[in-house]
């Protein structure tokens, strides 16, 4: 059964960076997909990136693109999102995801873990 653990948020200023991290176990990827969402109060939990693991193609939610860059470690089974230029708009608890394809789509996702809160102050 794989497992993914989020770390890496906490508080940043409007402008700043941090870069969030997503440790799989349980098996080695060599396929597949991983994906970043994310979830604010009162909202509906919306896709923020994803990366291919094979062929590192990637797709970015068009609220992020330029600013955000998702990236993975095949040899510590880890992806990342490095978000510069935060908002405050983009204050949410963000989730990693793992699937067999990739996706924009949450349902093609089968492995979440359990997020980890940013907040971005203004």
């Known amino acids: 059964q794989v497992q993914l653990v989020e770390s890496g948020g906490g508080l940043v200023q409007a402008g700043g960076s941090l870069r969030l991290s997503c440790a799989a176990s349980?098996?080695?990827?060599?396929?597949?997909?991983m994906g970043w969402f994310r979830q604010a109060p009162g909202k509906e939990r919306e896709f923020v990136a994803a990366?291919?693991?094979?062929?590192?193609?990637?797709y970015y939610a068009d609220s992020v693109k330029g600013r955000f860059t998702i990236s993975r470690d095949s040899a510590d089974n880890t992806v990342y999102l490095q978000l510069n230029s935060p908002k405050p708009e983009d204050t949410a608890v963000y989730v990693c995801a793992a699937g067999p394809l990739l996706s924009t789509t949450a349902w093609a996702y089968t492995e979440w873990g359990h997020g980890t809160q940013v907040t971005v102050s203004s």
């Open positions: 349980g098996r080695t990827f060599s396929r597949g997909a």
């Open positions: 990366i291919d693991w094979s062929d590192e193609s990637r």
